[in-house]
Nanobody, 125 residues
Framework: QVQLVESGGGSVQSGGSLRLSCSASGYAYSSYYMGWFRQAPGKEREGVAAFARDGTTRYADSVKGRFTISKDSAKNTLYLQMNSLKPEDTAVYYC???????????????????WGQGTQVTVSS
């Protein structure tokens, strides 16, 4: 059974940094597509960054140049380094995985079928 557990959320001031981690178990980690999503109150869940199986990355325009997705296959862990955080980055951040995702849907939540419980990120101005 696929299990994803996020950690690393918290509260920071605008301009600060956080690193989120997603520990994965129960499946062949390197064979899956994985991504980070977020959901702010009253808004739909949106894609932030994702890895295709071949290592290709995709970022939402709103986080390009500020966020970096990475992974440590030996630890079965996915990371999201978030720098220059803004109040509009405030949301619950989720890790997600799927065995197959069309390349044009890497940042679409509907393409993923395994989800973590989420971790809160709050950025104050």
């Amino acid at each position: 059974q696929v299990q994803l557990v996020e950690s690393g959320g918290g509260s920071v001031q605008s301009g600060g940094s956080l690193r989120l981690s997603c520990s994965a178990s129960g499946y062949a980690y390197s064979s899956y597509y994985m991504g980070w999503f977020r959901q702010a109150p009253g808004k739909e869940r949106e894609g932030v960054a994702a890895f295709a199986r071949d290592g290709t990355t995709r970022y939402a325009d709103s986080v390009k140049g500020r966020f970096t997705i990475s992974k440590d296959s030996a630890k079965n862990t996915l990371y999201l380094q978030m720098n220059s955080l803004k109040p509009e980055d405030t949301a619950v951040y989720y890790c997600a995985a799927a065995y197959s995702v069309p390349r044009n849907m890497l940042l679409q939540a509907s393409a993923y079928n395994y989800w973590g419980q989420g971790t809160q990120v709050t950025v104050s101005s």
